[in-house]
């Protein structure tokens, strides 16, 4: 099923594995374009577990000549062990980064010694190299990256900024059995904030699940806030909403 919201296409899949296989065929169609005018191109990717079956078939996917793809990940953890398997770019390497020869992959550095210094030198590569395709998912708080509704602001200043996390959103990660507590959640992260992530050229946006059914409502329902700082995607002149059964179960309702 397809349907429009404001600028927002709608793509409701009975299940998650046939809505990532689906993004993933619409995505790699428009990476190919995309590569076919230009030298090489540029994606920001979402390191969670609702991009896995997006992340496995794209991973899959015959034809792409990643070797002229530069490679962002959208946030990460302050403080978290460089080994860590919750990191961010450490789930990206294992589910991505390892599998097909991207020509550069840049990583958010979490561990840095002067964390405002690695915000800097990040939003230097995001000048240097703009962003084409992000992939990204929506928090169970309607957040997109580490954007909170508490942090997330429409007009922000910056692409790369220090955030802490709020309850829910840290709450999410010990749903997704990330951590087996929110005490071992970090409580800070590294994010790229909505002008970084909205002035991408396409957005591709998957959103699985039960847990997401809430978001996703506000998502496409509510009023384009902060509140919810997934509504803006309803903008975006180019952005997809990929979503199953459960995650759409409260919005098909109404």
């Known amino acids: 099923m397809e349907l429009k919201v404001d600028n927002l296409s709608v793509k409701i899949s009975k299940n998650r594995t046939l809505m990532g296989t689906h993004a993933a065929s619409e995505a790699a169609t428009c990476l190919k374009r995309l590569l076919e005018e230009k030298e090489t191109t540029n994606i920001i990717f979402a ?21 002229r793809v530069n490679a962002f990940h959208m946030d990460e953890y302050i403080g ?23 020509r550069t992959v840049f990583y958010l550095n979490g561990q840095a010694d002067n964390i405002q210094e690695a915000c800097q030198e ?46 829910k959103c840290r709450q999410q990660q010990v749903n997704d059995g990330c951590f087996s507590s929110i005490a071992k959640v970090p409580t800070h992260a590294l994010t790229l904030t909505i002008p970084a992530l909205y002035r991408t050229g396409y957005i591709f946006c998957m ?41 759409s179960s409260i919005f098909m309702l109404k």
């Open 47 to 67: 390191a969670a577990p609702s991009q896995n079956e997006l992340l496995d078939a794209l991973s899959k996917t015959e034809g792409i000549d990643w070797r």
């Open 207 to 247: 959103v699985p699940g039960k847990t997401k059914a809430w978001a996703v409502n506000e998502t496409l329902t509510g009023a384009v806030s902060p509140r919810c700082p997934a509504s803006i995607l309803r903008n975006h002149p180019h952005a997809t909403l990929y979503i199953d059964n459960d995650s």
């Open 80 to 102: 978290l062990d460089k080994d860590a398997p919750q990191g961010f770019g450490n789930f990206l390497r294992e589910h991505i980064f390892s599998k097909v020869p991207f």
């Open 122 to 167: 990040y939003t230097d590569l995001l000048l240097n190299y703009p962003a084409d395709i992000v992939f990204m998912g929506i928090g169970e708080n309607g957040h997109i990256a580490f954007n909170d509704p508490h942090v997330a602001d429409f007009q922000d200043p910056y692409l790369v900024k220090i955030v802490d996390l709020d309850e």
